[in-house]
């Protein structure tokens, strides 16, 4: 029976995807539910699992097209899989009989963040041994080949999917020109979209997280043990958030048009810098989870953003956005709105400076929080207060417990 694979519906507020790789050529035999290629859209890779057993007769979209919802993208003959590819029998027989050192293999299983770790240095799949599951290739195995010797003297295989033009100028200067992919353009376009449309400003602050700290440290090692997940700083950041969100409802609402919409719910968004680009999943409820809750929510969100596995509805909705530069020793910064919220929290790396404390110089753990916020519907008051409202609650977590 003939199969035809086509691309699954896409989410409403997306047109089209772009084929980035077949997992599978022509001929070789695939298992139901297992990946045949990845799509990629403007915020997410979608995999596209087969309906069922069989051979793949012919595929009709190659890497690097532009696809929609229904469009046909492979022909799969259904049935048995056998032991050996049907096509070229004899050419499997040679290769077993005098194998080259660096003959091309077949299609070797990528993640996503693997594919980009291999083009971004010019590698080709086949050179690299995978450790991982059925032979799939691991971050770990690209790194391990980058600073082995064999990666200065291999012969590439397959070209990799994305096709770069090389400008050269001299033997010392060299140019290098990369498209840029469907994710980065799509960034691109709703951060001059957001500083186009938004009246934005920023206002800063600083907390001094001596006490979040200590609680962390008295608490961190039972918590973990408990609840099998670690006790982070953004639980505590989210927390105090929801709790001055209540407060000021007007940073939880958003911009429609000549609208304001108040929402009374709290869903976070939690910017996640992964190989991909910038993306920002959505931990939904947050007033109702627990710290637990929260922590083991954010590590799933993270795990699955960074193996490029994370679904659309994940990252679509928001009613505020918590970002993390201190991650990489930012020290100050001016974020920019994820519209169409109206306001996003930064927070930046802890320094040890010396502060003024009961009439004492002492050394203090110290973050200084920025928050850009909409103009348009935020007035200045309101963003300083909101952000007033966090700082205390992080220097006396207590007000946590009691929503004081």
Known sequence: MTIEIKVPPL?????????????????????????????????????????????????????????????????????????????????KVESKASPAPREKKGPVKTSPAVRHLLEEHDLDATMVSGSGKDGRITKADVMSFLKSDDSSNVTPGDPAPISVETVSSGPERNEKRVPMTRLRAR??????????????????????????????????????????????FMSFFA?????????????????????????NYFDIGI??????????????????????????ALTDMAGRAQAGTISMEDLTGGTFTITN??????????????????AILGMHSIQQRPMVVNGEILPRPMMYLAMTYDHRIIDGKEAVQFLVSIKEQLEDPGRLLLQV
């Not at 980035?20 to 290629?37: F, I, M, P, Q, S």
């Not at 995999?47 to 007769?57: D, F, H, L, M, R």
């Not at 890497?63 to 029998?89: F, H, K, M, Q, Y």
């Not at 991650?327 to 519209?339: E, K, R, V």
């Open 187 to 232: 960034i691109a376009e709703r951060l001059v979209d957001a500083q186009q449309t938004a009246a934005m400003l920023t206002t800063f602050n600083e907390v001094d997280l001596t006490e979040v700290m200590a609680l962390r440290s008295r608490y961190k090692e039972t918590f973990e043990k408990k609840h099998g997940v670690r006790l982070g």
């Open 271 to 296: 910017a996640v810098s992964s190989d991909r680009g910038l993306m920002v999943p959505v931990i939904r409820d947050v007033d109702q989870m627990s710290f637990a809750d929260f922590e083991l």
């Open 325 to 342: 530069g201190g991650i990489f020793g930012s020290m100050m910064s001016t974020p920019i709105l994820n519209q169409p919220q109206s």
């Open 11 to 91: 989410p409403e507020s997306v047109s089209d995807a772009t084929l980035v790789a077949w997992h599978k050529t022509v001929g070789e035999g695939v298992a139901r539910d297992e990946n045949l290629v990845d799509l990629e859209t403007d915020k997410v890779v979608l995999e596209v699992p087969a309906p069922a057993s069989g051979t793949i007769a012919r595929i009709v979209v190659e890497d690097g097209a532009t696809v929609v919802a229904g469009d046909v993208l492979a022909i799969l003959e259904e049935g048995e899989i056998a032991s050996a590819a049907p096509s070229a029998p004899e050419k």
């Open 239 to 263: 927390k105090a958030a929801v709790e001055a969100l209540k407060k000021f409802p007007v940073v939880n609402a958003s911009v429609e048009g000549t609208d304001i919409v108040y929402h």
